[in-house]
């Protein structure tokens, strides 16, 4: 690219009066500039946006280890840095130019030179790859930054971009979705990506522990504090002091409760059952659940002002009939992760692949990962063929000679699941997706039916309109 008279130049130099002559200078020369007093911020201006050209001091705060050439390099090895510096050496010299940079000038430094330096720099800089390879690139480069989450549909970069930017701060966020679709994979994503990620991540599914044990096993209990309580036991909020708390199924909590982590997350303190000494934590709450809490508000359900604290940041995850292409990704994942060593299984057929794209996995990405898993055990040939899948997905093939072929090889074990399957279906139907009332009908717990719901794929929630 030729020197263009709009090329955008960071000037970073911590003497006040060069920086503005500088800065005047180019501009009237045509430039735009951005000057900056260190090296923080000119890292910090160089990660917000692209620059043509940098020209940088060496000797100023925060570069007591040539940082911004460093990292300048290592990041944006296409944008060209000139160093000028009052106080040359030969180590710096030498590391300036190990490092590739487009020239070394010292202070004072006459403008002509400066500004031929700048115009040698901007034309000898490496062709800009046209827009669309250069959005790839970015687009590539963002969804590297998240390994954990599979996808590179436009919901899900989206996703990306917004949980680089909140995982910095402190913000508690609140992460709603259809069941299945990756709200705890996003909650340890934003822990990982955050000032907290030394500490633990602590999991507290609401929907796990009973509402009688619920304050012991949040707040810790001391010994003989009530009938069971045989030993001292730290509750589960001190074991992420510093760290994050993410309570799943937050929806599920229970009326008193509600009123009771609502104080905890007001004050950052909670008292131990059987103590009068309030403890102090330090944690982020991330909460998720796939109700429509503005409905169970409405009802009365829910807290509105627990609502308010809990969702200072509110993340929408995209359900997978809504995410193009990531099923396809997605599937080679799990075909990857759960196929046995000795496996023959290397892939998909075409019209496996069409089923996936068809269907609308009212379970997300939990249901995709069942039947993948369900796939490579029945699968006799080297390709997961129809025959493979489960009858809910082949009635979305549109050939019906495929239809047909239903699963004919399942195993018992495979038959008795499918059985299972349909029974909590019919169940959840019955009671319009009230968990506790189809629990009560199948004789178990509520804490036992939600976890079968799980296994299954199967969100309550879809019964209930
Ligand atoms: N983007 C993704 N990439 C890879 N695996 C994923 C992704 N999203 C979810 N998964 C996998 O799908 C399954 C369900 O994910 P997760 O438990 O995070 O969903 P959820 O929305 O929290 O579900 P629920 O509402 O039922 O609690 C897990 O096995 C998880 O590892």
Redesign the pocket.
């Known amino acids: 690219m030729t020197d263009s008279p709009t090329a955008r130049i960071l000037i970073a130099d911590d003497e006040p009066l060069y920086l503005r002559t500088t800065g005047e200078l180019l501009r009237k020369a045509g430039y735009s500039c951005e000057c900056v007093g260190d090296a923080r911020a000119a890292v910090e201006a160089l990660s917000r946006e692209t620059f043509d050209l940098v020209l940088s001091d060496l000797n100023m705060p925060g570069n007591a280890e040539l940082e911004l050439l460093r990292q300048g390099r290592a990041r944006w090895p296409n944008t060209p840095l000139i160093v000028v510096t009052g106080v040359p050496s030969l180590p710096t010299a030498i590391e300036s130019v190990r490092l590739g940079i487009a020239d070394y000038l010292l202070k004072p430094v006459r403008f002509d030179d400066l500004l031929s330096s700048v115009r040698r720099a901007l034309a000898r800089r490496p062709l800009a790859p046209p827009a669309a390879e250069r959005d790839e690139i970015e687009r590539r480069a963002l969804a590297a930054r998240f390994p954990?989450?599979?996808?590179d549909s436009p919901p899900m970069l989206e996703l990306f971009d917004v949980i680089d930017r909140v995982a910095k701060t402190d913000a508690n966020i609140l992460i709603t979705?259809e069941?299945?679709?990756?709200?705890?994979?996003?909650a340890r994503a934003i822990h990982r990506h955050s000032p907290r990620a030394q500490h633990n991540f602590q999991v507290i599914d609401c929907t796990a522990v009973p509402e009688t044990l619920f304050e012991s096993v949040l707040f810790g209990h001391v010994k003989g504090s009530f009938t069971g309580a045989v030993k001292d036991q730290e509750g589960l909020l001190r074991r992420c002091h510093l760290g994050t708390a993410f309570f799943?199924?937050i929806g599920e909590l229970p009326g008193p409760l509600q009123a009771k982590l609502l104080r905890v997350i007001q004050e950052q303190t909670f008292t131990p059952v059987g103590k009068s000494e309030p403890v102090q934590v330090d944690t982020r709450f991330l909460c998720?659940t796939?109700r429509d809490l503005e409905l169970e508000m409405n009802a009365g359900r829910f807290r509105r002002d627990l609502f308010y604290r809990l969702s200072v940041i509110h993340l929408e995850?995209p359900p997978l009939r809504q995410r193009g292409g990531d099923v396809v990704l997605?599937a080679q994942?799990f075909l990857t992760d759960l196929r046995p060593n000795d496996s023959h299984v290397e892939g998909f057929s075409d019209e496996v692949l069409d089923c996936f794209k068809r269907y609308a996995w009212p379970g997300n990405?939990?249901e995709l990962?069942n039947v993948v898993e369900r796939a490579v055990a029945l699968e006799r040939s080297d390709q997961i063929g129809t025959s493979s899948l489960p009858p809910a997905l082949l009635a979305s093939a549109p050939d019906r000679s495929v239809r047909r072929e239903g699963a004919a090889g399942a195993s018992r074990e495979q038959a008795l699941e499918e059985a299972e399957h349909a029974f909590l279906i019919s169940l959840l139907q019955q009671h319009q997706g009230n968990v506790s009332h189809a629990a009560e009908q199948a004789g178990m717990s509520r804490q036992g039916m939600h976890k079968l719901l799980?296994k299954h794929a199967i969100s309550a929630a879809r019964f209930r309109d």
């Not at 954990?148 to 996808?151: A, C, K, L, Y």
């Open positions: 954990e989450i599979i996808g979705g069941s299945g679709t990756g709200k705890e994979v996003t799943d199924e998720a796939n995850l997605l994942k990405i939990r990962r799980k």
